[in-house]
């Protein structure tokens, strides 16, 4: 939770000092933007493979919303103790976004995000299958670079806490951004 705090207040602290600082990017028009990329998560020990797709609307130069779509491409395999291993598989993901949007340039701007989702995780040992659904609470920082008016890149790192003591996971992602 006080990761949160900070959090939120970090992108409060962002949006307050934008428009002095990006004087001169110039207006940016409100737009749809989507996103589709890799990710690697990482729900406590295990390390996951996926595919994550984003639909946003930027608003203006400094927020946004968007919401995230992942599938688990793999599992991993991890020690419970000496001699018994389980099989961790994120079957999906998805969590919506308040974005705050530091423009550097016209064609660089970082990114914080703030969020609520749920993931399906689903852990096998020997013969025993366990899915679980955990919602948590999501905060992240990136940036991204566009080569064009519509086409670019985007990279950030997110923090996953799940609730209800489920630990948390840590997802890097990359991918081409494309406004519309």
Do not use: C
């Amino acid at each position: 939770m006080k990761s949160l705090i900070v959090s939120t207040a970090s992108l409060a602290v962002i949006a307050i000092a934008a428009p002095a600082m990006a004087q001169d990017v110039g207006q940016i028009q409100p737009h749809v933007y989507g996103n589709v990329g890799y990710a690697n998560v990482g729900p406590g020990a295990a390390n996951i493979n996926a595919i994550q797709g984003r639909l946003g609307y930027r608003l203006n130069n400094w927020f946004g919303v968007e919401g995230e779509l992942g599938l688990g491409l793999d599992s991993d395999k991890v020690s419970l103790a000496p001699g018994v291993d389980a099989k961790v598989k994120m079957k999906h993901q998805e969590a919506i976004y308040g974005v705050g949007f530091l423009p550097i340039t016209p064609q660089f701007d970082l990114i914080g995000r703030v969020g609520y989702g749920n993931t399906k995780l689903r852990t096998k040992v020997a013969d025993i299958s366990d899915p679980d659904n955990v919602q948590s609470w999501n905060f992240g920082a990136g940036g991204q670079y566009h080569f064009d008016a519509q086409n670019g890149i985007r990279a950030e790192y997110t923090r996953h806490e799940y609730q209800g003591g489920d630990g948390h996971a840590d997802v890097w992602s990359i991918g081409y951004n494309r406004r519309f």
